[in-house]
């Protein structure tokens, strides 16, 4: 939703807003990648609960923002790729 509000701010020719939309878009991937990326699996879990349960849904997502640092979006495209995550 961010950044599709950065997209129309550019559109109305705000860049300011442009700006800070994508800026707070990239702050809440920092933090949602900081809370749910599983160091030793290398890809997003759905939730932090004991078991850690990770799911297509949460890479897709991920990559779908086009935030995700590189060598996270590598690891979680290879892991749908490969089927190793659960749907």
Do not use: I, N
Not at 20 to 41: I, K, P
Not at 44 to 67: I, K
């Amino acid at each position: 939703a961010l950044q599709a509000a950065a997209t129309l701010e550019e559109h109305l020719g705000d860049s300011f807003l442009k700006a800070r939309c994508e800026h707070l878009a990239s702050t809440l991937m920092q933090a949602v990648v900081e809370r749910y990326w599983d160091v030793e699996r290398q890809l997003l879990l759905d939730t932090t609960l004991t078991g850690d349960f990770p799911s297509e849904h949460a890479q897709v997502l991920a990559l779908l923002t086009h935030l995700l640092p590189a060598e996270k979006r590598d690891h979680a495209l290879r892991h749908l790729c490969e089927g190793r995550v659960p749907a």
